[in-house]
């Protein structure tokens, strides 16, 4: 027994089981070697070094042997290069995207890695919560990590999550990153000690740094040995975060974005990249919100005044605006959900407009209360909507296209509350729908106050100063479509398609250009798409005019067919301008390659 024990070779003359390593010794010695393990219920096979290395972004798992080259001209129409199963790189998303000129900044180890993680859940959260779509969040998060060196990831958008899934990738030399030099330049020959040879540092306490009680005195084949989940090619983080809250904030925007354009230039160290997004989170808005609030009065005043309203609708529209701005303050200290917030605020815009206008005041109740519905209208939730839809996050634009349902649906019954309490209870007389059909405001005035208008909501939406200005033009190029095809056909909704893809390409060109995302322009240049008239006069119909009730429905049709016209030609454009943009970045390349 005492002989048994003492690890002899064989145990009372029977032959050491089939699963012990033959031949075994002690760790510690100097000639330390080991056979394959053998188990008696499988076959005698040999195990793979642990040091076998993984193609770059494909799971061990669909790891296939190379094929032969073919033969014959036949063989090689018919046979494949790799394994139908295998993942696409999750890099070669980035094609034909603003990010798809990335340059490399380094290797990274396995606590590299979760830093690099963390970071670009951050920035994806950033992005989010100032009105990025899912495609561009998606897209600054493999940009980051490719270029910190962490590429064998899944992303995960949905709704108001955000997902991301890492699997350590190996080098020839099986190790994660520069994991082997770091070790060689750690434990090497004399004791010495230093820095890994990747440009950016790890923080400790990270996965890396638990798994062992005292990583410094061992090496990382011992560590293995110890623990298989300290093996870097079974390494694997996932990360999430939810993003619960929303603000207009464009400038926010604009920075996040181009914080991932100078990380992908391969200069830019993590630490750096991660103080500047904390600077972003912290820096105020362009605009105080005395500022946003008069930009709010003002630009209700200056739709009525686009959409043919007098200058009394105007100054009644601003009032209005003012009430609306204290209701949404005090329902908003409330935590009332915003649902009802937008039901009272139309309710409040119809009651006044239908009060005035009872008392004999010279106005347009139709056009002062479409003017200011155009600024409760969700406009950048329906653009955000339409591209998630058409640029593959079906379950995130569900989610969205709920939330810009119940929005609409909480206007729409305001203005039908608003319309039966003074028409039908407080016999408040009625209103002709059909005036402000045929006569609309004339081409020239219509132009300019749209534009005012759009500055207007540029501030509302806490675009940068700079930014202002190509807004303003890519709407100026939009009126002028729409009104040119209105002067063939006025009647014809393809003005409003086209007028939207026109400006969405003006908007997508100097979007590319200011390196910031195309939101940021088009959002505000589409505010005389916004189908405000054609939501009231709808509703209206139905509520009072019940003989006209098949009017109303359309009308309501109209304006929802407008949304998605609307939104639905900002991606489009963003399509079209695709091979003017990779162009334009090309030369741009080419000028600082020669600086």
Request: some cysteine.
């Amino acid at each position: 027994m005492a002989e048994d024990r003492a690890g002899s070779g064989h145990r009372g003359g029977v032959p050491a089981a089939l699963t012990e390593p033959i031949g075994s010794v002690s760790r510690r010695s100097a000639t330390a070697s080991t056979s394959p393990v053998e188990r008696p219920e499988t076959v005698a096979h040999e195990i793979a070094p642990a040091t076998t290395a993984i193609p770059r972004a494909t799971y061990p798992a669909t790891r296939v042997k190379p094929s032969r080259a073919p033969r014959s001209l036949l063989r090689s129409l018919v046979q494949g290069e790799a394994a139908p199963t295998a993942p696409m790189r999750v890099v070669d998303r980035l094609t034909a995207t603003p990010f798809q000129n990335l340059r490399k900044f380094g290797d990274s180890t396995d606590r590299q890695a979760r830093r690099t993680l963390n970071f670009a859940l951050r920035l994806a959260e950033t992005m989010f919560h100032y009105g990025a779509d899912a495609l561009d969040v998606e897209n600054a998060i493999i940009a980051v990590c490719a270029t910190y060196g962490v590429e064998n990831l899944d992303v995960d958008i949905t709704n108001q999550s955000v997902t991301i899934n890492y699997v350590a990738e190996s080098t020839t030399t099986g190790k994660l990153g520069r994991a082997a030099s770091t070790a060689k330049d750690t434990h090497g020959e004399g004791g010495s000690s230093a820095h890994p040879t990747t440009s950016f540092d790890g923080v400790p306490g990270t996965t890396a740094e638990h798994r062992r009680a005292a990583p410094s005195q061992e090496s990382p084949q011992d560590r293995d040995e110890h623990d298989p989940w300290g093996d870097s090619t079974t390494s694997s983080h996932t990360v999430m975060r939810v993003v619960r809250s929303w603000t207009d904030n464009y400038a926010g925007l604009a920075d996040s974005h181009q914080l991932v354009t100078r990380i992908i230039e391969g200069e830019m160290p993590l630490r750096e990249a991660e103080r500047e997004l904390k600077e972003i989170n912290a820096r105020p808005k362009p605009y105080p919100r005395w500022m946003v609030l008069a930009a709010t009065i003002i630009a209700a005043g200056t739709l009525t005044l686009a959409l043919g309203g007098t200058i009394v609708g105007a100054v009644v529209a601003m009032g209005s605006a003012t009430v609306v701005q204290l209701v949404t303050a005090k329902l908003g200290a409330w935590r009332i959900p915003e649902f009802f917030s937008l039901g009272a605020n139309a309710l409040v815009i119809t009651l006044i407009a239908m009060v005035i206008s009872a008392l004999g005041v010279e106005l347009y109740p139709p056009k002062v209360i479409a003017g200011g519905l155009i600024m409760l209208l969700p406009t950048t939730r329906m653009v955000s909507t339409m591209q998630d839809a058409i640029n593959g996050f079906p379950v995130t634009a569900a989610g969205r296209l709920l939330s810009t349902a119940m929005a609409f649906l909480a206007i729409v019954a305001g203005i039908a509350i608003g319309v039966s309490l003074t028409v039908r209870l407080a016999d408040v007389p009625g209103i002709d729908i059909s005036q402000s059909s045929f006569t609309p405001a004339g081409v020239l005035r219509n132009v300019v106050f749209m534009l005012v208008s759009t500055a207007l909501i540029a501030v509302l939406m806490q675009a940068k100063p700079r930014h202002i200005p190509p807004a303003l033009l890519a709407a100026f190029a939009g009126l002028l479509v729409y009104h040119g095809i209105g002067l063939v056909d006025p009647g014809a909704r393809l003005a409003t398609g086209v007028a939207a893809v026109v400006s969405g390409c003006v908007a997508a060109l100097l979007a590319a250009r200011a390196r910031i995302p195309q939101a940021v322009l088009a959002i505000p240049a589409m505010t005389f798409l916004l189908p405000g008239l054609t939501l009231f006069r709808g509703m209206y119909a139905i509520t009072v005019e019940n003989e006209t009730a098949g009017q109303g429905i359309t009308e309501l049709l109209n304006a929802m067919a407008s949304i998605v016209l609307l939104a639905a030609g900002v991606v489009l454009a963003k399509y079209l301008m695709r091979p003017f943009i990779e162009q334009m970045q090309h030369l741009s390349q080419r000028r600082n390659r020669r600086r």
